[in-house]
């Protein structure tokens, strides 16, 4: 149970640093393709794509995953508003982890572009071509990579605040480690 666990699963925290590589590279890759023309944007669209379908399934197996084992118990002694922040945090990332690649797909889609993944396979599309609505997603998809890059430095900022500053075993939770 929740209660019980220590520190997240070693499964979790394989699942964790995994997404949060990913994460990290798809924000800076988005940056990459939106800010260049030349011969290299394809080669980053080329990476986005499939990178994106995998990080939704790894959200996917991260969600069950936390279902089944839970996740250890803040500190007693957080206050109340950092206890708030730091579920609702999670469930903005969950959120986000989510919507972005589906909203992505649907851009792509509405755009009559496909998603090519490995070895060729392309994802069915997911919304009706449409240049409006291609409009909208991609708004959207900048609009939110914006509120996730901000929600992974508030993250950073709290792991290290957790680690440096309140040394309450937070940050041993999802590193490993020893707690102090």
């Known amino acids: 149970m929740a209660d019980e666990l220590p520190r997240f ?3 979790q925290r394989l ?14 890759i988005g940056v990459g393709m939106v800010s260049t023309i030349a011969a290299t944007h394809l080669t980053l669209v080329s990476i986005h794509k499939p990178l994106g379908v995998a990080l939704l399934a790894l959200v996917i197996i991260r969600i069950a995953v936390r279902f089944r084992y839970g996740a250890p118990p803040l500190p007693v002694d957080l206050p ?11 469930y903005a990332f969950y959120g986000l982890m989510v919507a ?17 993944l490995w070895g060729g396979f392309n994802l069915p599309p997911i919304v009706a071509p ?11 998809h900048r609009t939110l990579a914006f509120v996730f890059f901000t929600l992974v430095l508030l993250h950073v900022a709290a792991a290290l605040f957790h680690a440096l500053v309140r040394r309450d075993g937070v940050f041993q939770q999802m590193a490993g480690g020893a707690r102090p």
């Open 15 to 28: 699942i964790h640093w995994l997404m949060a590589a990913g994460i990290i590279a798809m924000l800076f």
């Open 100 to 116: 972005m690649p589906l909203i992505g797909w649907a851009m792509l889609s509405a755009a009559d572009y496909p998603i090519t």
């Open 130 to 140: 449409s240049r409006e609505l291609h409009a909208l997603l991609w708004d959207a």
């Open 9 to 11: 699963t070693p499964l």
């Open 80 to 90: 109340s508003p950092m206890k708030l922040a730091a579920k609702a945090s999670h």
